[in-house]
């Protein structure tokens, strides 16, 4: 076993919770169902609403920005349409989701290892139940935390949604550990005093997630680390 391999060994190790981000260390939501037109599709109801948009979010490909800047608007009846729309997009785009590689294998390998696993995602929790109870993973995964519904102050990179997960599981925060793909994954687990691991399944992604504790490329190398 390398280095980065003990790393992980020894962070895994130390964990009796493992807590997962959904779109990335568990699948890929928007796979076949694109981030961008569905972003298309909220700036849509926006400019229907009577909002002037702005350049940067005139052409924003991510939905979740989208939904951050309505709820800066402060008109939270709008926020909530927003938020039920992009809710409504997501258990479309999850029934094509596509899996990680060796996510269900490390799913089950923790499993086997003892440790209790969650989701904390900034996906909404319906969307997240869907598609574990359609993978026949949603036994092995309790609780799913989704973003709390048109209040995207509370959404990751905020830690509530990680503490939410440690006040439902009984646990404390060095008894976790985080994998996450985003930035905002990182400093969600660190605000809340939990190490993290980052996933860069992409290129560029293992520099922005530098601050991570450690760093894989694959969810099988977790894997590998969990039996050990």
Known sequence: MGPI????????????????????????????????????????????????????????????????????????????????????AELTAVRSAEPTPYAREFIMAAHQAGKRLAVVSNNSADACRAYLTGQRLQQYIDPVIGRPFADTTRMKPNPGPVLAALTALDVRPEECILIGDSTSDIEAAHAAGIAAIGYANKPGKAARLSHADAITSGIDLLTAAVVQ
């Open 5 to 88: 391999a003990r790393e992980y060994a020894t962070l895994l190790a130390k964990a009796r919770v493992i807590l997962l981000d959904f779109d990335g260390p568990v699948c890929s939501v928007f796979a076949h169902h694109p981030a961008p037109m569905i972003a298309a599709e909220l700036r849509q109801i926006l400019v229907d609403q009577g909002v002037r948009l702005p350049g940067n979010i005139a052409d924003e490909p991510d939905p979740m920005e989208v939904l951050r800047w309505t709820g800066r608007l402060g008109r939270i009846p709008l926020t909530r349409t927003i938020d039920h729309a992009l809710t409504a």
